[in-house]
C-alpha cells in the first residue's frame, strides 16, 4: 500500500468519527428537523440573524439562490446543496437538547463507542495480532470529557481519532490489572462506528 493510499485510508477512518457524532447528536432530536429545502432555508435564515448574503455564504450560493428557496420558486435543489443543507441544519437543530446530552455524557453518563475496526496490538500468530473486531465498549468519564471538550473546541479529525482510539484502548485492551497498562493498539480501517451519549 502507497503513502497515498495510506493516508486516503486514514481520511476514511477518521470521517468515521465525525459521521457518529453527527448519528448520535440526530437520535437526541425530540422534533424531526426541517425537511424540504425552503424549511431548512427558512431555519438557515433565522440563524443568520435574517440575513440571506450570511446564508448564502454559508451554503456556497449566490444570494438569488437563497432568494429563490425562500419564495418558493426553487424547490428541489442538486445534490451539493441539498447536502449542505441538510448538514447545516441538523448542526443548528436543538442545540440545547445537544448541549444538555453532552454535558450529562461529561458528568455522569459517558459515552458508549461501537464499532467495527482493525484492532492491533500483538504480534502475528497470537490471539492478541491485529485484526478486524467488532467493539462496543463503556468509556471512561475522563475520556468521554476529554473527546467531547476537543470537539467542542474544533478538534480536527486526526485528534478526535486519537482521543478516540486512546478509550477504546483503555476501555478494551487496557482494562484492569492484566498488566496491559503501556499496551500500544493500532485503530485503523473503521468499517462502521457508532457513539450513544
Not at 50 to 63: D, I, M, N, P, Q
Not at 159 to 172: F, G
Request: charged share 30%.
Amino acid at each position: 500500500m502507497t503513502d497515498e493510499e495510506k493516508a486516503e485510508q486514514a481520511a476514511r477512518t477518521r470521517a468515521k468519527i465525525m459521521e457518529g457524532f453527527a448519528r448520535a447528536e440526530r437520535a437526541l432530536f425530540t422534533r424531526p428537523a426541517p425537511k424540504s429545502a425552503r424549511a431548512q432555508m427558512k431555519f438557515l435564515r433565522t440563524r443568520e440573524k435574517g440575513s440571506t448574503k450570511s446564508l448564502a455564504e454559508r451554503l456556497g450560493v449566490s444570494r438569488k439562490t437563497v432568494q429563490r428557496y425562500l419564495s418558493g420558486a426553487s424547490t428541489k435543489p442538486n445534490k451539493r446543496l441539498q447536502e449542505a443543507l441538510t448538514q447545516e441544519t441538523e448542526a443548528e437543530w436543538q442545540p440545547q437538547v445537544k448541549a444538555q446530552a453532552r454535558q450529562r455524557a461529561a458528568s455522569s453518563g459517558g459515552l458508549v463507542i461501537s464499532c467495527r475496526a482493525y484492532f492491533g496490538f500483538g504480534p502475528e500468530g497470537t490471539s492478541d495480532a491485529g485484526r478486524v473486531r467488532d467493539v462496543s465498549v463503556a468509556v471512561s468519564l475522563s475520556h468521554a470529557r476529554a473527546i467531547l471538550a476537543a470537539r467542542e473546541k474544533g478538534a480536527t479529525d486526526d485528534d478526535l481519532h486519537e482521543l478516540v482510539a486512546d478509550a477504546i484502548a483503555d476501555a478494551y485492551f487496557r482494562q484492569g490489572s492484566s498488566g496491559r497498562a503501556g499496551l500500544e493498539v493500532e485503530f485503523a480501517d473503521v468499517e462502521w462506528l457508532n457513539i450513544r451519549f
